[in-house]
């Protein structure tokens, strides 16, 4: 099996900023997306960013310039840089990622952290 382990919520004020970590263990042969994905009360899920094995980027319209996502690929790590924080920044985040394992390389699983909560609020 396959593991997410968020860190790095919490409650920070307007314009301030918070760094998301989460690494990926287990039984892994390559993770060909990394990413975050938040979800407000009452909303629908939604793509934060996500970052490719050879390091290309995707951000969600509303993240562009204040958030920054980062991979490790040796230790399996993304992290998630956030900048300038809004209060509507504020939901929980879950981490995901688009894993080969190594039982069956040629197949792709997703898998999800548990999330972590981020408010911005003063």
């Known amino acids: 099996q396959v593991q997410l382990v968020e860190s790095g919520g919490g409650l920070v004020q307007p314009g301030g900023s918070l760094r998301l970590s989460c690494a990926a263990s287990?039984?892994?042969?390559?993770?060909?997306?990394m990413g975050w994905y938040r979800q407000a009360p009452g909303k629908q899920r939604e793509l934060v960013a996500a970052?490719?094995?050879?390091?290309?980027?995707s951000y969600a319209d509303s993240v562009k310039g204040r958030f920054t996502l980062s991979r490790d690929n040796a230790k399996n790590l993304v992290y998630l840089e956030m900048n300038s924080l809004k209060p509507e920044d504020t939901a929980v985040y879950y981490c995901n990622a688009v894993v080969r394992r190594f039982v069956d390389s040629v197949k792709t699983y997703t898998y999800w952290g548990r999330g972590t909560q981020v408010t911005v609020s003063s």
């Open positions: 287990g039984s892994i042969f390559s993770i060909d997306v």
């Open positions: 970052i490719t094995s050879g390091g290309s980027t």
